[in-house]
């Protein structure tokens, strides 16, 4: 069973953001959850799409931030998704980082303390 104490509607615009752009960007998309030892929550959301460069990962976070045109071609938003879904985190007293999904494209992880 896992428990948070969070604000639901601002959790949920989180992790809509995140499922989008993994959905926008991937073909698959994967979320999991688990509870961390320090009593905290992980929440993930990975894909198997083209991913970000790890240099880039934190400009992703940025406002407006559309990164190369190759992976904004046809592609609807204003680069916000990942700034409101750090806020959101971030309010809750944890924080949202990016890393390479095994699935190929990217994995976006969302620790929340317990």
Do not use: C, W, Y
């Amino acid at each position: 069973d896992l428990t948070a104490s969070l604000r639901p509607l601002a959790f949920k615009r989180a992790l809509t953001n995140l499922a989008g752009n993994a959905a926008a960007h991937g073909e698959h998309v994967r979320l999991s959850a688990r509870a961390l030892p320090s009593g905290g929550l992980e929440v993930v959301v990975e894909d198997d799409g083209p991913g970000i460069p790890e240099d880039m990962h934190e400009e992703a976070f940025r406002p407006f931030s559309r990164l190369d045109a190759s992976r904004n071609q046809n592609r609807k938003g204003v680069g916000l998704g990942l700034a409101i879904a750090r806020d959101v985190a971030r309010g809750h007293g944890g924080d949202i980082t990016l890393e390479r999904s095994e699935m190929g494209g990217l994995k976006a992880l969302i620790r929340l303390p317990g």
